[in-house]
């Protein structure tokens, strides 16, 4: 890494990009949670909620609404990452609470929006548990290891792209999508 | 010890210099063993260990393996950490695959010659050194090593580099992207022209076309990307013997000084020889000088120079990021990783004060280093707080669709004080020295450097492009080059124009080790027409030398 005297003239930087190498340096030292649990500030737990434990259906219908039933989900993923939420202390709660806010509730929301609306993401912690639900399908990454490439929002949410190492390619990419 | 194997020729690395060597000599009728630190990659399963990988870096498919280690760009900047031994200033940010194929398994594929002036820089420019040959030397080999690596290219184009003979394939059609900011640079006075590139644009010896899947590196799915083990598996099936998992540390010697044969090293740490008429070092530039150096007791042979291991160089990176304008989609993500660059900067009139430089525009939008997308959604900024369903989807959709990158390759100037040298006190797993590498990078490429950036910039401007951003360091562009440099001189070089060894008349080196200066053309294609000028010389040389003993 070098650093540079001069920015180019006119040139404002706008975005973090020097921070791509830490996150490789990070990667190599296993100093960063791959899943960005460094985004998200320690927050108090809260009120202890007697809600049972999420089960693998709730997660994913939880999941869907997130996603606005946009994309097919994977369970098997999904495994993992419930797995992951319901064993970090940060986020265990707050999912409980969530879903009891969501699926559980007598008029399910069936869209973000719906759940934005219903007030179930008005603590910081439901806010930061339904933000970790979405890194964790977009980027397909969970505690370390990678839960599903190929299926990865990231990549499924782009229609004019295919996950790299599919084989399938384009016939043509000499004009626009 | 008695040998395990003799041939007429020992070659030490099985990347497309070593490859391309043994293809041909075998087909002459010469016997060849090959040795290779590394095991053989399956690429499928390669495939799948891309998939599975946090990281998606160009080493993220391949095994690094407690015998043949490697460096990944995971450990560059990170003091204590990976294979090399960084002793700075500045970290060396540039790796290599040991594995059969070579660093040809995450190689971009991209093959522009070098210039001209490229090989005059002394005398037309007052710095760094001339090459001992000519463009006009090299040119015939350009055209066989094309030929033998399917090169795809426009000849119509004038890439600055004159061409005595068509390209193999049809151009890979340039992307959606590339025609955008073609468009933009036109504006501006500079023009965008099609890469010559290795990978099919039609069948070709037998290996399918590119369907444009983005992931040149770290791996082509398909195989339409050239990699050396088209060559290897022509040489093994004509009769040439491959000997992966053998970790050369030792070049032997005779009395005489001439070179008996190679010692190796087994996985499980026992040391075995193979003996040859001639031995060709084909390690890359890296391994070929440690291994000269570790020869001869640890005293170094074929160093009369000192110049062994001296002179490292690279193409250090320039990279700039922005978003195209908000009415101007470019759809990354479609194509090969690059199919175009701005060739113009490679002849600069400041070149002799300020380095000159290539733009290589990127169809990979922001993957660059990392790979995947994963870098947005784990360290943001997707998603915001509170943000998901459709909207979500949207705005990524939308930011990737906008991702333009650039990323110039700076001309660095053969310099003594950058060096790798074996570290005999930090030893790898099977007991053989790790790489000590001292880089640094001076006024001369830092100057084009910024030349650089000031020109992403202007294009950036022409382009209307928003988010900005100039990377405001360098990256390695995984081009070793120059740490045993050939020239006329014994005193000042290694090998002659042709790599033979100065010093050991029957030892003779391949591969960008011997650039004198390094251009700003990506280097493989270079390095494969020297090694096949090199397999006329060694071939023709052979009935004078010694007999394998």
């Known amino acids: 890494m070098r650093s540079r005297r001069t920015d180019p003239p006119g ?43 999420v089960t693998l259906d709730e997660f994913m219908e939880l999941s869907e609404i997130l996603t606005d039933n946009e994309f097919s989900l994977d369970d098997e993923p999904g495994a993992l990452y419930l797995a992951s939420l319901t064993s970090n202390p940060e986020f265990d709660e707050p999912l409980r609470r969530l879903v009891q806010d969501t699926v559980r509730a007598d008029r399910e929301p069936s869209t973000f929006n719906d759940v934005l609306r219903s007030g179930a993401l008005r603590t910081e912690e439901a806010a930061r548990t339904a933000q970790q639900i979405l890194v964790l399908w977009y980027s397909g990454l969970v505690d370390d290891r990678t839960a599903d490439y190929l299926e990865a929002l990231a990549w499924q949410s782009l229609p004019f792209a295919e996950p790299p190492s599919t084989k399938l390619g384009f016939p043509k990419w000499d004009e626009a999508p | 010890m008695s040998p395990v194997a003799t041939a007429d020729v020992v070659i030490v690395g099985s990347g497309v210099a070593g490859a391309l060597v043994a293809d041909r000599l075998v087909r002459r009728g010469v016997s060849v063993v090959v040795l290779e630190a590394g095991p053989p990659v399956d690429r499928d399963r390669a495939v799948e260990i891309f998939r599975r990988a946090t990281a998606k870096v160009p080493e993220s498919p391949y095994p690094s393996t407690a015998h043949a280690p490697r460096p990944t760009v995971l450990d560059i900047g990170v003091p204590g950490t990976g294979y090399f031994v960084q002793e700075g200033p500045e970290p060396f940010g540039s790796t290599y695959e040991r594995v059969v194929g070579g660093t040809t398994w995450h190689w971009l594929g991209s093959t522009p010659r070098l210039l001209p002036s490229d090989f005059e820089m002394k005398t037309r420019f007052g710095v760094g050194r001339d090459w001992p040959l000519t463009y006009a030397d090299l040119e015939p080999y350009y055209v066989r090593a094309e030929k033998e690596m399917g090169v795809a290219g426009d000849g119509s184009e004038d890439q600055g580099s004159p061409r005595s003979a068509g390209f193999p394939m049809p151009a890979v059609p340039i992307s959606f992207l590339d025609q955008v900011v073609a468009r933009a640079a036109r504006t501006i006075g500079l023009e965008v022209l ?356």
């Open chain 1, 11 to 53: 040139h404002e930087a706008t975005v973090p990009i020097a921070s791509r190498r830490e996150l490789l340096v990070g990667l190599a030292g296993g100093t960063l949670a791959v899943a960005g649990t460094d985004l998200l500030s320690p927050s108090p737990a809260g009120a202890a909620v007697r809600t049972g434990r």
């Open chain 2, 194 to 549: 099609s890469t010559p590139q290795a990978r099919n644009t039609e069948t070709y010896n037998d290996r399918h076309h590119c369907v444009g899947n983005s992931n040149c590196i770290p791996i082509c799915p398909i195989g339409a990307k050239y990699d050396a083990v088209i060559h290897l598996d022509r040489a093994v099936e004509n009769g040439a013997r491959l000997i992966s998992n053998a970790v050369v540390h030792e070049v032997l010697l005779r009395a005489d000084g001439t070179a008996r044969g190679v010692r190796f090293r087994r996985p499980d740490g026992t040391d075995h020889e193979v003996l040859g008429r001639a031995v060709v070092m084909a390690a890359h530039a890296i391994e070929t000088p440690k291994i000269l150096l570790m020869s001869n007791g640890g005293r170094g042979i074929a160093n009369r120079s000192g110049q062994v291991g001296q002179n490292l160089m690279d193409h250090p990176i320039a990279l700039s990021y922005a978003l195209s304008a908000k009415d101007e989609p470019v759809y990354p993500q479609r194509g090969p990783l690059s199919t175009a660059g701005i060739e113009s900067p490679r002849e600069s009139p400041a070149r002799g004060r300020r380095s000159a430089f290539r733009v290589e525009i990127g169809n990979d939008g922001w993957r660059f280093p990392i790979g995947d997308p994963t870098f947005e959604f784990t360290q943001g900024p997707f998603p915001q707080l509170r943000e998901g369903g459709a909207a979500l989807a949207a705005r990524w959709e939308d930011h990737v669709s906008h991702e333009l990158r650039f990323a110039s390759l700076t001309e660095q100037l053969p310099d003594r004080a950058n060096t790798i040298t074996p570290a005999f006190d930090m030893l790898d797993d099977i007991g053989i020295p790790r790489p000590r590498i001292r880089f640094s990078i001076d006024a001369y490429t830092m100057a084009g450097f910024d030349d650089a950036q000031a020109l992403h910039e202007r294009l950036f401007g022409a382009l209307r492009a928003r988010e900005r951003t100039h990377v405001p360091f360098t990256f390695g562009a995984g081009h070793i080059m120059g740490t045993t440099i050939m020239g006329t001189d014994p005193t000042t070089s290694v090998a002659d124009g042709f790599g033979r060894s100065h010093d050991v008349p029957n030892l003779w080196i391949l591969g960008s080790s011997l650039f004198p200066t390094c251009g700003t053309a990506n280097p493989t294609l270079t390095l494969a027409a020297l090694a096949l000028r090199t397999e006329v010389a060694l071939n023709a040389a052979l009935p004078g030398l010694p007999a394998a003993a």
